[in-house]
T-cell receptor, first 112, second 110 residues
Framework: DGGITQSPKYLFRKEGQNVTLSCEQN?????MYWYRQDPGQGLRLIYY???????QKGDIAEGYSVSREKKESFPLTVTSAQKNPTAFYLC???????????FGQGTRLTVV | GIQVEQSPPDLILQEGANSTLRCNFS?????LQWFHQNPWGQLINLFY???GTKQNGRLSATTVATERYSLLYISSSQTTDSGVYFC????????????FGDGTTLTVKP
C-alpha cells in the first residue's frame, strides 16, 4: 500500500518532556513537510525538506526539530521549549518541491 | 509572505444545492491545491490547480492566476460533502513553502 504513515495517532506528553512524531512515506517523494493545526484554524508550516540531509524552517519552527537521514522518513521532535504543544500534527510529501502534496492521517498530541 | 483569504468562512446548504468557495491570494503562485478535511482530520486531495480549470464528478475548480484567485464549485451537494475546505498556495518567490487559508466550513443538511 503506497502512502504516508504517521504514528502514533494519539500521543500524550508530560510537561517538560521531549516527544518524537514519526512520518514515513513509500511514495519515493523527495519533499516532505510538517504542519501544525490548532482547533478551528488552518495549517501552519513547521519544517520542510526538499532532499535528504537538508531541511528548512517554516513559519513556526521554534520549539521543534527535525531530521532527514533517509528519503522515506522525516521525524518531528517536539521539545520542552515548545510552550503550547497541544495540537494536531500533519505530515505531507510531494514528488518535488511545489508539486501535488499528499497528507498522512495526523497525530493528535496532548500535554497532560 | 503570501496572504491567503478564503470565503465565506461558513456555509450552510440544503442537500442538492450548489455552492462556490473562493480563495484569494496576494502574490503569483506556482502551486495551488484544494483539500477537504473530513471529521477525523484527514486531508483529502481535491485538486492540484495552479492555473486553469479541472472537473472531477460533482466538483470543479478554476484558478485565474493573473487575477490571484481560485474557485471551487460543488454541485448537487450531499451530506457527505460536509467538512472544512482548504486552499493552499506556494508563491513563486517562496517556493517550497505552502501557505494555507483558514478554510470554509461547509454544512450540508438533509
Amino acid at each position: 500500500d503506497g502512502g504516508i504513515t504517521q504514528s502514533p495517532k494519539y500521543l500524550f506528553r508530560k510537561e517538560g518532556q521531549n516527544v518524537t512524531l514519526s512520518c514515513e512515506q513509500n511514495l519515493n517523494h523527495d519533499a516532505m513537510y510538517w504542519y501544525r493545526q490548532d482547533p478551528g484554524q488552518g495549517l501552519r508550516l513547521i519544517y520542510y525538506s526538499q532532499i535528504v540531509n537538508d531541511f528548512q524552517k517554516g513559519d513556526i519552527a521554534e520549539g521543534y526539530s527535525v531530521s532527514r537521514e533517509k528519503k522515506e522518513s522525516f521525524p518531528l521532535t517536539v521539545t520542552s521549549a515548545q510552550k503550547n504543544p497541544t495540537a494536531f500534527y500533519l505530515c505531507a510529501s510531494s514528488s518535488k518541491r511545489d508539486t501535488e502534496a499528499f497528507f498522512g492521517q495526523g497525530t493528535r498530541l496532548t500535554v497532560v | 509572505g503570501i496572504q491567503v483569504e478564503q470565503s465565506p468562512p461558513d456555509l450552510i446548504l440544503q442537500e442538492g444545492a450548489n455552492s462556490t468557495l473562493r480563495c484569494n491570494f496576494s502574490d503569483s503562485v506556482n502551486n495551488l491545491q484544494w483539500f477537504h478535511q473530513n471529521p477525523w482530520g484527514q486531508l483529502i486531495n481535491l485538486f492540484y490547480i495552479p492555473s486553469g480549470t479541472k472537473q472531477n464528478g460533482r466538483l470543479s475548480a478554476t484558478t485565474v492566476a493573473t487575477e490571484r484567485y481560485s474557485l471551487l464549485y460543488i454541485s448537487s451537494s450531499q451530506t457527505t460533502d460536509s467538512g472544512v475546505y482548504f486552499c493552499a498556495v506556494a508563491s513563486n518567490t517562496n517556493a517550497g513553502k505552502s501557505t494555507f487559508g483558514d478554510g470554509t466550513t461547509l454544512t450540508v443538511k438533509p
